[in-house]
């Protein structure tokens, strides 16, 4: 899709868009989970949708992916911090889109989806990054979501920010090599804009 496009298709959906948000504020609201200790989550969970749509122009191949896109970039966490079953995920997707549309925005949230694990290696290891790097949309969610997080590190200042300062900045070449995909599908793919603005920081 070209920008215009993309933005054109962004104000179409409005109204669903805010909806969905809404409802992805809800579910963390109602298992009490916080950003930061600080905000309500659906601080962060806004962060990631806004680069979602700021670059999605150049990964979105229609106005039928629309939807499950930002669907995916508001319910990324729901399955893993949430208690959302995928299948839980998948009738929320229903609400607003159709059966085809929902497995869409149902896989990006799985593939996001954390591995079990005792570290922050084990439970974002090879299997885990498999499945983003093989799910249309979801690199392009994973990295709106590294943007979220370090962009909120770099800007507010406590002791565990400043350690995941450095914990991002170590991590960013193998980060971006686990979910660079070698593909002729543009729904594999990272928005080069996204990627200069992610290593600005780092």
Known sequence: MTENEFKDCIR???TTIEQIR???HQVHNSVNQTYDKTHPYGFHLDMV???TMKYGATVCQSDDDLLPLIFGAFF???IEDARLSYNDVKRAALRFMN???ATIAAEIVYALTNDKGRTRAERAGEKYFKGIRTTPYAPLVKLADRLANITYS???TNKDNYRMKQVYADEMPLFLEAITVKSDDPRLGLPEDMIKEI???V
């Open 12 to 14: 179409k959906n409005a």
């Open 154 to 156: 770099f800007n507010y």
């Open 199 to 201: 290593k600005s920081f």
């Open 49 to 51: 949708a806004d680069a």
């Open 22 to 24: 809404l409802l992805a």
């Open 99 to 101: 059966e085809s549309q």
């Open 76 to 78: 990324h966490d729901s």
